[in-house]
């Protein structure tokens, strides 16, 4: 009998020692998970991916400028989606004068019965159009989240730089709209 009541006592230390090794293993799985998302965030920063367009601090409202009325320039609008949305701009196109301060409203609709994150990424064209075209506001600058089935209207109001060289008359305004990766949230 003392044979078996050592054995259960072996066997009680031996439960005891694999308790408190998975302890640390669970304490240590949930350290190196939340320590994922900064060395993710940095990787992302490193490598340029998941890149979030910030808001450029040196441009505000033009003050004391000269709108350019002697010209125009047509602004083209565009939307491509990655996700499971809709993603349009509410014009395709407009007239602006270099200088004067204008507003456009892209419309995206989250057609997921659960909440989503997307960013959207400009691109202009010509390329060097792009060095001239200045966004005060633009839903582009961060991250948007829309919930389960929401459609929502986001402006960019920007201006174009008189110093666009004249012999551009057109200049289009692209965004691509996309899934951020992981961000399928169940609604609750």
């Given amino acids: 009998m003392e044979k078996r009541g050592n054995a259960g006592s072996a066997r009680k230390q031996l439960n005891r020692q694999m308790l408190g090794k998975l302890l640390v293993a669970a304490v240590l799985m949930f350290g190196f ?14 490598t340029g991916i998941n890149f979030l367009t910030p808001k450029d601090a040196t441009v505000e409202a033009p003050k ?19 996700g499971p949305w809709r993603f ?17 409203v892209y419309e995206v609709v989250n057609t997921q019965p659960r909440s989503i994150d997307g960013q959207a990424i400009p691109s202009y064209a010509p390329q060097q159009a792009g060095e001239h075209f200045k966004k005060v506001e ?8 829309l919930k389960a089935n929401e ?27 996309f899934e951020v990766a992981g961000s399928g949230k169940k609604s609750g």
Avoid: W
Avoid at 33 to 46: D, N, S, W
Avoid at 90 to 98: K, L, N
């Fill in 33 to 46: 998970g939340y320590a994922l998302v900064p060395m993710y965030q940095k990787l992302c920063e490193i």
């Fill in 64 to 82: 004391n400028t000269q709108v350019d009325k002697s010209r125009t320039v047509t602004v083209e609008f565009d939307a491509n989606s990655q």
């Fill in 88 to 104: 349009r701009p509410t014009v395709a196109s407009m007239t602006v004068h270099p200088g004067e301060m204008t507003q456009v």
């Fill in 138 to 145: 633009c839903f582009c600058f961060r991250q948007q989240t």
């Fill in 151 to 177: 459609a929502r209207q986001m402006p960019v109001v920007f201006f174009i730089d008189p110093a666009l060289p004249r012999d551009v008359k057109t200049i289009t305004l692209s965004y691509t709209f």
